[in-house]
């Protein structure tokens, strides 16, 4: 069972998943562009946790100091649903999303798959769950921080420590 934390105790520090970062830059773009919501909103469907606690879970995200991810979870994002926009508001949409990325000051790491068989726990987690969620998992113990997501299957990889602690965003908010 994850951990649970009110909104109030947030994290200084997490490393995040690719469905709720993007949830959170669709969120982030829909709110600075409110003309191309449903548009937005008709191509890349988002959890109905996310739509209906929408303040909450930005404001949980814009808590959090440090937000951390890795280039796989980049090359894991769901274009091919916003490819489907006219290309302005496909623009738009990553323009507004780098934006807030660097506002956020966000941190994004390169974890090799060659470095990912150092590890044997996480070379289990790559041939198991493959490169992107092994990076994710790597990434948070080695920060020593949180791993935020709404993938259920990571939670049976943590260490014999528990670590890292992994959070399933919608019972966080």
Same mark, same amino acid.
């Given at each position: ?8 105790? +947030? ?11 993007? !949830?959170?830059? %669709? ?5 600075? /562009?409110?003309?191309?919501? $449903? ?30 991810? %890795? ?5 894991? %994002?769901?274009? $091919?649903? +916003? ?10 949409? /990553? ?9 956020? $000051? ?5 974890? %090799? ?15 198991? +769950? ?7 998992? !790597?990434? !948070? $113990? ?20 528990? !670590? ?8 966080? +908010?």
């Amino acid at each position: 069972m994850p951990k649970i934390k009110p909104l109030g105790l +947030l994290y200084k520090k997490a490393v995040v998943d690719n469905g709720p970062l993007f !949830a959170l830059l %669709t969120l982030v773009f829909v709110r600075q /562009w409110p003309q191309y919501r $449903r548009e937005v909103l008709s191509k890349h469907k988002l959890e109905s946790y996310v739509l209906q606690k929408e303040r909450d879970y930005l404001d949980f995200f814009d808590g959090i100091n440090q937000l951390l991810f %890795t280039s796989h979870v980049i090359g894991q %994002t769901r274009t $091919r649903d +916003l490819k489907r926009l006219p290309p302005h508001i496909f623009r738009e949409f /990553w323009l507004c999303s780098l934006d807030y990325l660097k506002r956020k $000051r966000v941190d994004e790491r390169l974890l %090799t798959l060659l470095s990912m068989r150092e590890d044997q726990f996480i070379c289990d987690v790559v041939c198991s +769950l493959g490169p992107a969620d092994a990076g994710l998992l !790597a990434l !948070a $113990r080695a920060e020593k921080c949180v791993l935020l997501t709404d993938d259920n299957r990571l939670f049976s990889w943590c260490d014999g420590d528990g !670590a890292p602690e992994i959070g399933i965003v919608e019972h966080l +908010l």
